[in-house]
């Protein structure tokens, strides 16, 4: 009697602590991603005014440029934590995701798009203290590279 009692209320609370993980686990995964595509959302607001800069459509404007520059520099690092296990497309979580499933596959080349990003983010923030505007133009198209090669590989059109 004590005994089924017992197992009983073990079995109660197992099933309880599974069904919390469960739920617990769905909302990480729906926390993080809208973690990443607001902050890769904040980062495509910060390099607009680069952007422009670079190819002519608003004035150059040194103070405006390096402030950006700095933001994005910051920024860079921030969206990859939120690529969890499980967030991706097709991952049956239900969430709108624009993530494909090839990031699971090939995270290595995923991280080390990651780390291009945060350098070549880091050289214009460096380039933005100086007067090149040349360099620095040129410097804004390497890092919009970088933005889109990993576009073109991981991110649904
Ligand atoms: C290492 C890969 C990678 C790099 C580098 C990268 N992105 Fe993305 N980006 C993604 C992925 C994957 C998504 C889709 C995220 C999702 O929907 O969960 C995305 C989504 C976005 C979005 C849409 C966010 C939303 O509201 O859903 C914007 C804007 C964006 N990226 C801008 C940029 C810009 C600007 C850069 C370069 C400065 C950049 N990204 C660099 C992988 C990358």
């Known amino acids: 009697m004590t005994m089924t009692l017992k197992s009983t209320l073990v079995a109660c609370t197992l099933s ?12 990480d995964v729906e926390d993080s991603i809208h973690y990443r595509q607001s902050a890769l959302g904040v980062i495509g607001w910060n390099i607009g005014p680069l952007g422009a800069m670079a190819q002519g459509d608003i004035d150059y404007d040194a103070e405006e440029f390096a402030h950006r520059a700095e933001n994005l520099a910051f920024l860079a690092s921030l969206p990859w934590e939120g690529f969890i296990e499980g967030s991706l497309r097709g991952d049956g979580h239900g969430v709108d995701t624009d993530a494909l499933a090839a990031i699971a596959d090939d995270w290595d080349d995923f991280e080390s798009r990651q780390r291009t990003l945060i ?22 198209a390497a890092v919009a590279n970088t933005c889109r090669g990993c576009h073109d590989n991981y991110r649904a059109d």
């Open 119 to 140: 350098e070549e983010t880091a050289t214009l923030a460096e380039l933005a203290q100086g007067d090149d505007f040349g360099a620095m133009r040129q410097q804004v």
């Open 16 to 27: 309880a602590g599974l069904a919390f993980a469960a739920i617990a686990q769905a909302s």
